[in-house]
């Protein structure tokens, strides 16, 4: 079985990582391909395919997959070649897989009970389930096929010709199938190109009014004038350009960035309401974790008013103001591709790609190199006025309880990291200067809940920051599991939010004892463990050797002074030295019952 991730509306894969091309592989006898939409679906044929002895190509749609999804039914094997009806209907069949049945669910829910449409996702591509299609074409007399991959010699074209192709169902068709594709061209990198590409809700809903308004005889092809649904000529009219009216209000929205990005943070707002707005203009940056995106506007046209602020954490698809279109700047009317429906539409942003610069004649010897750090946190620490203070912390404690939990849990013992990641939550508990973040327009805000940054080395030289969102309000199993995920799904490509007010290094893997770490707005303080070594440390009129880490904290001098840092760092120092692992609320009842059972 090859397993791999399949798919678009995720922007940024572009032409390598963004096709669907299931009817490629399709063509192969004897090789079955599969594409799940659903949790359950997934975990059901991968049974089949680990179980079954053909080979098997089982095809992630990645949009979809990104998304979590509570399921509380049980695996149960997914024959392949068997449908999932989703819905039952009796104006329409409606067949779609991966993607598509998303974006088809969203189309019957705009749609509501206007029309009936029964829809199927097909779940298996080859073989595929030609008798349950049959049946609902049989019953419904309409056929609409919704697909990712492009028109040419495909899946969707298989399906309509062998539903024409039977005698009886032919008989029974009252309108000529339809297929919904992606155009005839590569996925573009701009999120622009990609959507305007692929299927979407609006080509879904007129493809199945249209189906549903038309009746053909053998001769010819009439309008069913009794069963029109509501605004059939709108949806069956062709895009074309045409001017928008004055005053037509578009939305901001935040555009999906790519994989694993679910959120991100306003860092400035570089429009006023009322300003002049030209195509492309930036109209705001936004920042995930290590990088910045400027998001720029579709439309000429004037500002109109802001629906967040700087510092203000938003989600993909969120809306971020309004643009009214109108006369621009030079007095040209702004002009754009009319839907079928003119009514008012969300567009996101777009997401520019990179430009590069102009290249010499030696270029083929050379190739460019990202800096280090975005331009974003460049800027950043240009305002930044960093202190740094350094303090060594026994270390004996935290091995000894490394070493209790190894021999109670094995290998799910939580690490010294945990354990030192929960000390310093404990600190900031206590100093409230370290529970502040340090906003883009240098007001300062002070949480009494807040979340940890944890510094996560990746390939190719790249650091990303997991983050543990409201830390000092999980308990101790909590903290640890929690702790744990995070940091694996920010591996696996999982970007949060920056706002933590502090944040863990180390290098400890590297045998690096110490280090003078950079703070990166909102944090506030940076701090680097060092790997565990010996020191000669005072103790009393003696001197003696002891196996310490060395703790190393920069701090912004902005929000804080150097006292309050260090008695922080001393308050952690001292969480370490006497670490023990917190009792659990059961461990706490066994302990009582104990001591009232042996007085």
Known sequence: MIYAPYGAYLPGGSLWHSQANESVFAHYPGLSVVIPSTPEDAAGLLWTAMHGEDPVLFLIPKHMFWAERESKEPVRAVPFGQARKFRDGSDVTLVAWGNTVEKSLEALAKIDNEISVELFDLRSIMPWDKESIAASVHKTGRLVVVQEDTK?????????????????????????????????????????????????????????????????????????????????????????????????VQNITVPIMGEGIRNA?????LKKPGDPIALDDDLCEVETDKAVYPIQSSFAGTMGEWKTKVGDTVDIGQEL?????????????????????????????????????????????????????SPTIT?????????????????????????????????????PSVMIAWSVVRAMEKHAPFRRLILDDESIVENENFDLGVAVALENDRLATAVIVDANKKSWSEFVRIYDETIEATRG???????????????????????????????????????????????????????????????????????????????????????????????????????????
């Open 152 to 248: 040419n010699c495909s899946v969707g074209q298989m399906i309509i010709s062998h539903i024409s192709g039977q005698p009886d169902l032919w008989s029974e068709m009252v309108s000529p199938p339809v297929l919904i594709s992606k155009a005839n061209v590569m996925i573009g990198y701009n999120p622009i190109y990609e959507y305007a590409a692929l299927p979407d809700v609006e080509r879904i809903v007129a493809a199945i009014r249209r189906s549903a308004s038309i009746q053909t005889s053998r001769k010819e092809a009439t309008v069913l004038r009794d069963h029109q649904p509501a605004a059939i000529e709108s949806a069956k009219a062709k895009p074309k350009k045409s001017e928008m009216p004055k005053g037509h």
């Open 265 to 269: 943070k306003i860092v400035s707002l």
């Open 321 to 373: 103001g309004t643009i009214v279109i109108g006369e621009s700047a030079d007095g040209v009317v702004a002009t754009a591709v009319a839907a079928a429906e003119p009514d008012e539409k969300t567009v996101e942003a777009a997401v520019p790609a990179a430009v590069p610069g102009e290249r010499g004649r030696d270029a083929r010897h050379h190739r460019g190199v990202e800096p280090a750090l």
């Open 379 to 415: 800027r950043k620490l240009s305002r930044v006025i960093p202190a740094n203070l350094q303090i060594d912390a026994r270390w004996e404690a935290v091995r000894e309880a490394r070493d209790a939990a190894k021999k109670k849990n094995g290998k799910n013992a939580p690490s």
């Open 493 to 599: 490509g999982r970007v949060d939010a920056m706002n933590a007010p502090v944040v863990i290094s180390s290098l400890g893997a590297f045998g690096v004892k110490a280090g003078a770490p950079i703070v990166v707005p909102p944090s506030v303080g940076t701090l680097f463990v060092g790997t565990a070594h010996h020191e000669i440390i005072s103790n009393g009129k003696k001197n003696e050797t002891a196996e310490v880490i060395t703790l190393s904290l920069t701090f912004d001098h902005r929000v804080l002074n150097g006292a309050a840092a260090a008695s922080f760092v001393r308050d952690i120092k001292q969480q370490i030295e006497h670490f023990k692992i917190p009792e659990t609320a059961d461990a706490k009842v066994a302990r009582r019952e104990s001591g009232s059972a042996h007085p």
